[in-house]
């Protein structure tokens, strides 16, 4: 089910235009237009599902994919090392509510607060 409303619905359907790196019956993928590293592509599911939070057994297939597909991108691009994101509610910085995980890499990445921005 996609949502009307929804920045990252508009992206799958292709109403709104995106740099694809990935897609499948499940995954859509893209580069982030504001990338924090050389490398930094948003893993989506295509349905709309807010965040982490409404992770449940009935859709977590899109979850198993999402990570399939983070693993195929990084053989196919030979990223040794990447980090994976996912930000949930506004707190920690979620700022749109299409589930998404950042794929982060081509640089030498700390670790605790200072990685937090
Ligand atoms: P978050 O802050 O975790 O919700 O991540 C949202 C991400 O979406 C940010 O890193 C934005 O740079 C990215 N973003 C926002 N609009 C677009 C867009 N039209 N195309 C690609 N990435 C986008
Ligand atoms: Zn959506």
Redesign the pocket.
């Known amino acids: 089910m996609m949502n009307q409303d929804c920045?990252f619905c508009k992206?799958i359907a292709g109403k709104?235009p995106?740099a694809k790196v990935y897609e499948d019956e499940l995954v859509y993928a893209?580069?982030?237009?504001?990338p924090?590293a050389p490398v930094?592509y948003?893993f989506v599911p295509k349905t709309h599902i807010c965040c982490a939070k409404k992770i449940n057994a009935e859709n977590s297939n899109y979850i198993a994919s999402i990570f399939e597909a983070i693993a195929k991108v990084a053989e196919n691009e030979n990223l040794d090392s990447y980090r994976v994101?996912?930000?949930c509610g506004e707190d920690a910085?979620?700022?749109?509510m299409h589930l998404?995980f950042?794929m982060v890499a081509g640089k030498k990445m700390g670790w605790g607060e200072q990685s937090l921005g």
Do not use: A, R, Y
């Not at 893209?30 to 504001?34: A, L, S, V």
């Not at 910085?93 to 749109?96: E, L, P, T």
């Open positions: 920045l992206i709104i995106s893209f580069k982030d237009i504001t924090i930094h948003l994101i996912n930000n910085g979620q700022s749109v998404h950042h």
